[in-house]
């Protein structure tokens, strides 16, 4: 089984909402990534996560807020976003993110949101 | 200077119609290289990974290659269902473990 789940699918938040995405993987990896994709783009990695802990911020706004609770989820926390901030989230995991491994990340369908 | 480069951005074929699709990459150090199908508004699908130079792998009317400079995804009497996305992600001896996407190439295969 190679599924990465990722709930709400759709999501319409005005400026001052405050939510969260929530991704969950049972492989049993121990690496997790969020990703963002505009349209006709390829995914921009935003935050990886190894062993639990924050091991990659790609300089991401501080209005997006990961975290990993254990390692089989991950969430991203949304606050004040702002309308060019809607895209697709996607949510990946692979089996490790160590500098001597070359995992497969497999992910998941994404979150669409809309920032009104 | 993009790192990764996938070509043509767009493809129309028959179906049946046999056809390649290119990534190139200038990185050095490659830890491996990652093919992956996007269906519109849905997370990428992964098909292949590659290793090394001369490895080639196979999965239905796909079958993926790489030399040193670079990777062939080639797609043997497509189908219009194989139309979609399909990405080329490299991984890297600097890249501390994230994949560097290309851009992509949008297959249409008609009827």
């Known amino acids: 089984d190679t599924e990465v789940t990722q709930t709400p699918k759709h999501l319409v938040m005005g400026m001052t909402n405050k939510k969260s995405l929530k991704c969950e993987q049972h492989m049993g990896h121990r690496a997790m990534y969020w990703y963002k994709q505009k349209a006709k783009k390829p995914p921009e990695l935003m935050f990886v996560?190894?062993?639990?802990?924050?091991?990659i911020n790609e300089s991401v706004p501080s209005r997006f807020s990961p975290e990993c609770p254990n390692s089989s989820l991950l969430n991203l926390h949304l606050h004040a976003l702002q309308p060019e901030d809607s895209a697709l989230y996607l949510c990946?995991?692979?089996?490790?993110?160590?500098?001597?491994?070359?995992?497969?990340?497999?992910f998941g369908p994404g979150t669409r949101l809309t920032v009104t | 200077e993009d790192q990764v480069t996938q070509s043509p951005e767009a493809l129309r074929l028959q179906e049946g119609e046999s056809s390649s699709l290119n990534c190139s990459y200038t990185?050095?150090?490659?830890?491996?290289l990652f093919w992956y199908r996007q269906d519109p508004g849905k997370g990428p699908e992964f098909l292949f990974t590659l290793y090394s130079a001369g490895e080639e792998k196979e999965k239905e009317r796909l079958k993926a290659t790489l030399t040193k400079k670079e990777s062939f995804l080639h797609i043997t009497a497509p189908k219009p269902e194989d139309s979609a996305t399909y990405l080329c992600a490299v991984l890297w001896g600097g890249s501390q473990g994230n994949l560097i996407f290309g851009k992509g190439t949008k297959l249409s295969v008609k009827p």
């Open positions: 996560y190894s062993y639990e802990k924050l091991s």
């Open positions: 990946a995991s692979s089996q490790d993110q160590s500098s001597g491994n070359s995992y497969e990340q497999y």
């Open positions: 990185v050095s150090g490659l830890r491996g």
